[in-house]
Structures are given as C-alpha cells and as structure tokens.
C-alpha cells in the first residue's frame, strides 16, 4: 500500500499495474496473518469484479486460470494456503 492509500484502492492499482485490468474490489472474502522468517504479514483477500480489459502477465512471469483441481497441485507461498485451502473446501460463499 502507498501513503494514504486504503487496502481496496491498493488492490485495484497492483491488478491494474500487474494484470493491465480495471477492478472494482469488493466485500472482504477472508484474511490470514502469517508469519515469515524476516517479517509478519495480513494477507486481506478481496472479492473483486472486473470493470474491463483482460488479465495480461505485465509485472509476473505467468498468468493462468487454474480449476479446483489443478490449484491442488500449484506450489503457493504458505500465507496463501488458508486461502487455497477454503476455495477448495467447496465454500462456496466466493462464487
């Protein structure tokens, strides 16, 4: 997040600066907090819906759409598995 700069305004500028598409973030969809060697961080997990454009890999090496199926076998960093972990338990509050 930059100076001044709300969590939801924040996510639309890195999905519109990574993935080259205007968003509108939603409802929160669930948090996690993880702890890592050098520093804790809050993951916040946002319900988003594309306004336009189409996902683009801008500022990542790649970009896919994975199913349930294929996210189990994704190598994710260990904040994101809480979050893999209630998309794959068929909670389907996220659709």
């Keep these: 997040m930059e100076k001044g700069e709300e969590p939801r305004q924040a996510l639309e500028r890195e999905i519109r600066e990574e993935l080259g598409v205007d968003v509108?973030?939603?409802e929160?969809?669930?948090?996690?907090?993880?702890?890592?060697?050098?520093?804790?961080i809050l993951l916040l997990v946002y319900r988003c819906r594309i306004l336009e454009g189409l996902?683009?890999?801008?500022?990542?090496?790649?970009?896919r759409w994975a199913s349930?199926?294929?996210m189990k076998g994704l190598s994710m960093p260990p904040a994101d598995e809480p979050i893999r972990r209630r998309l794959l338990s068929g909670d389907r509050e996220f659709a």
């Excluded at 929160?28 to 804790?40: G, H, S, V």
């Excluded at 996902?55 to 970009?63: I, T």
């Design 55 to 63: 996902p683009r890999p801008l500022a990542c090496r790649d970009l």
């Design 24 to 26: 509108t973030a939603g």
């Design 28 to 40: 929160l969809f669930d948090a996690t907090y993880y702890f890592y060697p050098n520093r804790p």
């Design 68 to 70: 349930p199926e294929e």
